[in-house]
C-alpha cells in the first residue's frame, strides 16, 4: 500500500506526472452523498437549496455557485436513490400517503426497508469497485515515473490477490469441489502473498488487515443511508402517535415534532453525508494514488504601485 504519509499531500495540487483525479471526485462524490442520504424528499430540499444558493449568493461569489451546484448535483443523486429504495421522507410516501405501498419507481431487491442486507452487498461492490480504480491509477502512476516496483508492492499485487479469491469463489460455486477451487484460486494468492512479502518486506503481510479495511469502509455508505431512513421513520411514528393520543394539544404538537424532527434529521444527515463521501475519497481512494506535493500555477505578472507612463 502507499505510504500513509503521502495523504498528507492531498491539499497540494496533483503532481504534472500523475493523474488529476477532479474530474473522478466530481461524478463520484454526489452519488456516495446520495447513497448516504438515500431519501428523496430530502434530494428534493437538498436541490431547492442548492438553486437558492447557485441563483442567489452564486451571482456575487464563484465559491458560492459552486456549492449550489454541488449541493444540486447531491439532491438529484439523493433523490434517484430514494426513490429507487423506497424511502421519501422515510416512510412518509409509502406507509402513511399510498397506504403501504411502495414507491412506484421503487426496485422491490433493493428496497431498503425490506432488503438492508442487498444495500449492504451494493456498498461492497461500490467499494471494490472504487478501490480498484484507484489502484489501476496508482499502478499508472508509478510506471509513468518509471517506478515499476513500486507499482508492482503497492497496486498490482492486489489485483493478484482479487483475481485468486474471484476464481476460487466461482470455481466452488460452480463445481462445488473445494479442492479444485482451491487449487485454480490458491496459485494467485500464493503468488500474490509471495510478492507482497518480497517488495513490502515481513511487514507487508500486515497490508492485508489495512486492504479489508478500507473495503469495508464502504459499508458506512448502507449504515448512513438506515439512520436518515430510521430516524425519519420514528419521526413520522412520533408524530401519529402525538396526534392520536394527546387530546386537543396532540393537533398542535404533532406539526412541531413533525417539521423539527425532520429538520433535525436532515441537517445531521446532510452533514453526515457530505463529510463521509469526502473520508472515502480522501482516505480510501486517494490513499491507493495520490502523492500531490506540486504548487498551483501562477502566471507571471508585474505588481507596481506607480506606473510612468511618459510624455510631458
Not at 430510521?230 to 402517535?241: H, P, R
Request: charged share 10%.
Amino acid at each position: 500500500m502507499p505510504n500513509p504519509t503521502n495523504c498528507l499531500c492531498i491539499c497540494t495540487p496533483p503532481d504534472y506526472r500523475e493523474f488529476d483525479p477532479t474530474i473522478l471526485m466530481a461524478i463520484v462524490f454526489p452519488f456516495f452523498y446520495g447513497f448516504c442520504l438515500t431519501d428523496a424528499g430530502y434530494g428534493i430540499i437538498n436541490a431547492i437549496m442548492g438553486i437558492v444558493v447557485y441563483k442567489g449568493l452564486g451571482k456575487n461569489s464563484k465559491l458560492m455557485a459552486n456549492m449550489g451546484l454541488i449541493l444540486i448535483a447531491c439532491g438529484t443523486w439523493a433523490f434517484i436513490m430514494g426513490m429507487i429504495t423506497n424511502g421519501f421522507i422515510g416512510d412518509l410516501f409509502p406507509r402513511w400517503i399510498l397506504a403501504g405501498n411502495p414507491l412506484p419507481t421503487t426496485i422491490p431487491q433493493i428496497d431498503a426497508f425490506k432488503h438492508p442486507e442487498i444495500i449492504l452487498y451494493l456498498a461492497l461492490i461500490v467499494g471494490v469497485i472504487h478501490i480498484n480504480l484507484g489502484l489501476l491509477i496508482g499502478a499508472y502512476n508509478n510506471i509513468t515515473r518509471g517506478d515499476v516496483r513500486e507499482a508492482l508492492g503497492a497496486q498490482i499485487v492486489w489485483f493478484i490477490l482479487e483475481i485468486g479469491l474471484v476464481l476460487l469463489a466461482v470455481f466452488y460455486l460452480t463445481t462445488g469441489s473445494l479442492m479444485t477451487a482451491g487449487i485454480i484460486g490458491g496459485i494467485p494468492i500464493v503468488i500474490g502473498l509471495a510478492m507482497l512479502i518480497y517488495l513490502n518486506g515481513a511487514f507487508g503481510i500486515m497490508d492485508l488487515t489495512g486492504f479489508l479495511g478500507n473495503l469495508l469502509s464502504y459499508a458506512r455508505l448502507l449504515a448512513l443511508a438506515l439512520s436518515t431512513g430510521g430516524i425519519a421513520m420514528t419521526v413520522n411514528i412520533l408524530t401519529g402517535i402525538v396526534g392520536s393520543m394527546i387530546p386537543y394539544i396532540g393537533i398542535i404538537l404533532a406539526p412541531i415534532i413533525f417539521i423539527g424532527g425532520h429538520i433535525a434529521n436532515l441537517s445531521f444527515q446532510s452533514l453526515g453525508a457530505f463529510i463521509n463521501a469526502l473520508r472515502l475519497h480522501y482516505v480510501e481512494f486517494f490513499a491507493q494514488f495520490y502523492i500531490g506535493g506540486s504548487q498551483k500555477f501562477k502566471a507571471f505578472r508585474a505588481k507596481r504601485k506607480h506606473t510612468d507612463i511618459g510624455g510631458k
